[in-house]
């Protein structure tokens, strides 16, 4: 007969039953387990947290080399910018406007352009503007005078023609949901230089978000204090953040303190989860504050808010977007990513049926704010250590889809751009073909432009890991190579 089970219990201090398993180890085998726990433990805290002060995982930190830039404006054109049409003139292909597509340029691999594809010429006019001469068309006038201060990409390249996996690219370095974003990645490596705001901030359209949503500013399997805190649109972007009126400050203080203490008793040195956790309790509370002042636009000059074209309806929401970017950026905030598109799809650039209705549109919304933004930088010394990205999940085809005058998803060849903080103004990397369909030279990866962006913020790219499933994970994978050719 066997003996009850009360009286069936593992040898522990005193004899008492485990009450964690980590008792469990500490007492079994006389303690050889618990040293591999300890090893296990070491190698996680080692990879879960850049050196820094274990009680504010986001404490500002040195990256591994001197950095040109400080701080990171990236300003997403959701759906996919023409790059025929705004940065990357193709007269062949003008010429070739309503004839087949010639044979000697290869099949167009994507879902909605036929077999034998009618090419589709731009109706742009075009020029060169700046010392430089970079080509630009009459959709960006505002953008003109910023030529010299720009390094234009035009030999992009990815590997999805469906917008949520190109998103998840751009943003993150894979074409699968669930690692890592830019921004999180610079958060860890870095730290933030704002005590009472977040590190990583994520502006998004109000019609709604992107395709790829909120896995395109995740912190995928960085601790959670890395992700992006998204702000909505209007007067309060932040939700929750005043506290009820019946609850004074001064208890406010005091639960939290209480919570901290409890919390600390219990929290082992090397838990980095818990330690975010704590971190974001405290941060929430400093933001009571502070956030209201910072995200307040009223507090800008008339001609500041005028610049932006907050007194335009058509620039008003975007110009918005971007004023608040330089309004954190100057307060700390280590990166803030810009949406210009989302939700519907009459309100990003995705122009499948009209494409000169749509980029009139888009432009119209989205230039005179961009163009402020980096007049607005200039001015107050900023754009020296910012830096600004603009650029979308892909490009556009250089053939109609389906008879009509759109265009649809192409990964083989776009553009994007860089400005500011390193970045050599006025140079042209890379080119597509001569009817912009693939880059076939200085091939561009998302995983080079990951790789640039960080070395400019004093990051290296190889050195910058995490342990995960036994891996030493990174942005950029296995590839990426700093486009040295932009750097000033």
Not at 157 to 170: D, G, I, R, T, W
Not at 312 to 319: Q, V
Not at 438 to 459: C, F, K, S, Y
Request: aromatic share 6%.
């Amino acid at each position: 007969m066997s003996e009850p089970t009360a009286s069936r219990r593992c040898p522990g201090p005193f004899g008492a039953r485990p009450s964690s398993r980590r008792d469990l180890l500490r007492a079994a085998g006389n303690g050889f387990g618990l040293l591999g726990l300890g090893y296990l433990r070491g190698r996680e805290a080692q990879a879960s947290m850049a050196p820094g002060d274990a009680r504010n995982p986001l404490a500002g930190r040195p990256g591994h080399f001197p950095a040109r830039a400080r701080r990171c404006i990236s300003l997403f054109m959701t759906g996919g910018p023409s790059q025929m049409d705004l940065f990357d003139p193709k007269p062949l292909l003008d010429r070739l406007d309503g004839k087949p597509l010639p044979r000697s340029f290869g099949k167009i691999e994507t879902p909605f352009v036929e077999d034998d594809p009618i090419c589709l010429g731009s109706r742009r006019k075009w020029g060169k503007y700046g010392q430089s001469g970079m080509d630009m068309s009459d959709l960006v006038p505002e953008l003109h005078q910023h030529a010299d201060s720009i390094a234009l990409i035009r030999s992009c390249f990815s590997e999805s023609a469906v917008h949520a996996p190109a998103m998840y690219q751009l943003n993150t370095g894979r074409v699968q949901m669930g690692y890592p974003s830019l921004g999180s990645w610079v958060t860890y490596g870095l730290g933030s230089e704002a005590e009472n705001l977040p590190a990583f901030v994520v502006l998004a359209q109000p019609g709604g978000i992107p395709d790829g949503g909120a896995p395109c500013w995740g912190a995928g399997f960085l601790p959670a204090v890395h992700q992006a805190t998204f702000f909505n649109n209007g007067p309060s972007p932040i939700l929750n953040l005043k506290a009820p009126d019946d609850f004074p400050p001064d208890q406010q203080r005091a639960t939290l303190d209480l919570l901290r203490a409890m919390n600390d008793r219990d929290r082992e040195p090397d838990d980095g989860d818990f330690a975010a956790r704590i971190a974001t309790y405290e941060l929430a509370y400093r933001m009571q504050s502070s956030a209201p002042e910072a995200v307040d636009l009223s507090r800008e000059p008339e001609s500041v808010r005028a610049l932006y074209g907050l007194d335009d309806p058509k620039t008003a929401g975007f110009g918005s977007r971007c004023l608040l970017a330089r309004r954190l950026v100057e307060r700390g905030v280590r990166f803030v990513q810009v949406y210009a598109g989302g939700g519907q799809t009459g309100v990003q650039w995705d122009a499948h049926d009209d494409l000169e209705g749509n980029h009139r549109a888009m432009a119209r919304s989205t230039d005179r704010p961009v163009a402020a933004l980096l007049t607005d930088l200039k001015r107050t010394g900023l754009l020296d250590d910012t830096l600004v990205i603009w650029g979308g999940e892909f490009g556009r085809t250089p053939a109609c889809q389906k008879g009509n005058r759109g265009r649809d998803h192409n990964p083989t060849g776009f553009s994007m751009w860089m400005a500011g903080g390193g970045i050599r103004g006025g140079s042209v990397l890379g080119a597509t073909d001569e009817i912009g369909l693939r880059a076939i030279e200085d091939r561009v990866h998302p995983n080079d432009v990951h790789a640039t962006i960080l070395h400019l913020m004093g990051l290296d790219h190889e050195q910058l890991t995490y342990l995960h499933n036994g891996r030493d994970e990174r942005l950029t994978d296995v590839g990426g190579m700093v486009l040295k050719t932009i750097l000033a």
